[in-house]
């Protein structure tokens, strides 16, 4: 059955970095694009990040870029997001998703496959 499991977030002082990961079993991963979005409670989830199958074609929010590193690990199932300079307002539950579509905006429509989440929160 297929599983996403998010792990690394925690509480963090405005500024700091941390490294989200995903790990994903029951599919075939190379066959994946990967996105991770967040979701503030009462506030529409919004997407974060994604990684294409293949080559791996990156694109991000535009309120993450410069900050934020989305990469792919295919040998260990596992899709990392990297956060560095984080501020307050990228406080929320991080949610990694898949979906088995092609190209740099696979990540736009329906995923197939959601995690549970993990809470990254940015305060001093």
């Known amino acids: 059955q297929p599983q996403l499991v998010e792990s690394g977030g925690g509480l963090v002082q405005p500024g700091g970095s941390l490294t989200l990961s995903c790990a994903a079993s029951?599919?075939?991963?190379?066959?994946?694009?990967i996105g991770w979005f967040r979701q503030v409670p009462g506030k529409e989830r919004e997407g974060v990040s994604c990684?294409?199958?293949?080559?791996?074609?990156?694109n991000y929010a535009d309120s993450v870029k410069g900050r934020f590193t989305i990469s792919r690990d295919n040998a260990a199932n596992t899709v990392y997001l990297q956060m560095v300079s984080l501020k307050p307002e990228d406080t929320a539950v991080y949610y990694c998703?898949?979906?088995?579509?092609?190209?740099?905006?696979?990540?736009?429509?329906?995923?197939?496959?959601w995690g549970k989440g993990t809470l990254v929160t940015v305060s001093s």
């Open positions: 998703a898949a979906v088995r579509r092609s190209g740099s905006a696979a990540c736009s429509g329906g995923m197939d496959y």
């Open positions: 029951g599919i075939t991963f190379d066959n994946y694009a």
């Open positions: 990684i294409s199958r293949g080559v791996g074609i990156r």
